[in-house]
């Protein structure tokens, strides 16, 4: 069973930082691109970075380009997301979720059940 477990979201005041970790089983996480997605409150999902399996190549949306670092550890399974210079826009669930198939990103076939990041004062 492939699992996606997000954590270490919560409370963060403007202008702060927060690391999100993924932790994946029920597959071989190192060959595997990974993704970042969030989705604010009553609004629709915005991708946010992806990783490429074996952590050499990394995307970002312009939105948060400069600001958030996606890495990964491949001999902990573990998926990270370095959130620096928090805005409040920045709030909104993250989620977690993985690529496929193996070698390809063709759709994300499988996601976390996210974590909540909340921005403010």
């Known amino acids: 069973e492939v699992q996606l477990v997000e954590s270490g979201g919560g409370l963060v005041q403007p202008g702060g930082s927060l690391r999100l970790s993924c932790a994946a089983s029920?597959?071989?996480?190192?060959?595997?691109?990974m993704n970042w997605v969030r989705q604010a409150p009553g609004k629709g999902p915005e991708w946010v970075s992806a990783?490429?399996?074996?952590?050499?190549?990394?995307y970002w949306s312009g939105s948060v380009k400069g600001r958030f670092t996606i890495s990964r550890d491949n001999d902990k399974n573990t998926l990270y997301l370095q959130m620096n210079s928090l805005k409040p826009e920045d709030t909104a669930v993250y989620y977690c979720a993985k690529c496929g198939p193996e070698s390809y990103c063709d759709a994300l076939d499988a996601w976390g059940q996210g974590a909540l990041v909340t921005v403010s004062s």
């Open positions: 990783i490429n399996s074996g952590g050499s190549t990394t």
């Open positions: 029920g597959f071989t996480f190192s060959s595997y691109s």
